[in-house]
Every structure is written in C-alpha cells, then in structure tokens.
C-alpha cells in the first residue's frame, strides 16, 4: 500500500495523507516525477514496461517515473524511482527540475541529466521494467506513431530534447 502526501493547489503540504488509489477529495493533489537520463551522444534511456503491469502494459517510456511517497521530496522521489526501477543510483543533491506540469490531480517534476549509463549494468525491477534502451528523439517520436510508446503529445519529447541541449539539463 502505498501512501501519498495531500497538498493544496499551491503545492504546500495540507498534513494529510492518502492511500494510492483512494478517490481525490477536491482541490486536493499529490506529486509525481519523471526523470529523463540522456547520454553523450543525445539519446534517451527509455524502458519498457512489463505486459503485466497495470496500466500501458508493454509499452515503451520514459526513462522512469512515479508518485513520491508520504515525506518524499520531488528529489528524493525521483532518486528512488531511478533506484527502483533501474537499479541506477542517482544524486539529485542541489537539483531542481528542469521543469514542472500540472496535471489534473497533481504535480510532475521532471529531471534532465545528461549521464553515459552502461545499460548492461542495471538492476531492471521485474514488477515494472521488461527492457531498456537508448533511442533518439526520431525513435520515440516514430514509437509513438506506431502505439508502442506511452502516447506523450509529440511536443514535450520535443520539448525534453531541445532542453537536453540548452537550460535544464544536469550532468551526473
């Protein structure tokens, strides 16, 4: 069971809690965050998601994501979605996000590091991760004309690519 802070439209904690899958009261909201791992030569570590994993089951995302936990920090969320999902220790000390969506029920932070990863390395998590691998913005873009990526609008690829080379990205 997994158990969620409660903030205000503002994002200021309210000192409530909530169970993952619980219905929303109103004008309440949680936090999520995604973390975009790009390499050297401009690509994006994506995963895919197990056939058996409830919601978007098989397809392909980004490099991870997931809701932060009661007492999370969006950077540490992010640190232990990185280090549960791929094994992959990560230091977010000092960063902010690149960038932050608000979204219907919440917040997603989401982080650009740039970092060369050997992929064969990982510790992929079974109950989430079938695969990983390194693709172009060109490879997600025709991933999600094909319905095998998570169908992200094309822009905010665009958007997460054009960031790696300019204002957001972090080296690791």
Not at 43 to 62: A, S, V
Not at 114 to 140: F, G, M, P, R, T
């Amino acid at each position: 069971m997994e158990i969620w802070d409660v903030y205000d439209k503002d994002r200021i904690k309210t000192g409530e809690t909530m169970v993952r899958g619980s219905k929303f009261r109103e004008n309440t909201y949680h936090m999520v965050v995604h973390v975009c791992i790009f390499n050297l030569e401009g690509k994006m570590l994506i995963q895919q998601r197990q056939p058996f994993k409830e919601g978007w089951p098989n397809m392909w995302d980004i490099t991870v994501g997931g809701s932060a936990i009661s007492g999370d920090t969006s950077q540490l969320a992010a640190e232990r979605e990185v280090y549960e999902e791929i094994g992959y220790k990560l230091s977010l000390d000092g960063i902010r996000p690149a960038l932050t969506i608000n979204f219907d029920r919440g917040f997603d932070d989401v982080y650009l590091i740039q970092q060369d990863i050997d992929i064969s390395k990982l510790n992929l998590q079974y109950e989430e991760v079938k695969s990983v691998k390194w693709a172009s913005k060109e490879e997600i873009l025709s991933m999600i004309d094909e319905e095998t990526f998570i169908p992200y609008h094309k822009s905010l690829i665009e958007l997460l690519f054009f960031m790696r080379n300019s204002k957001g990205i972090h080296t690791r």
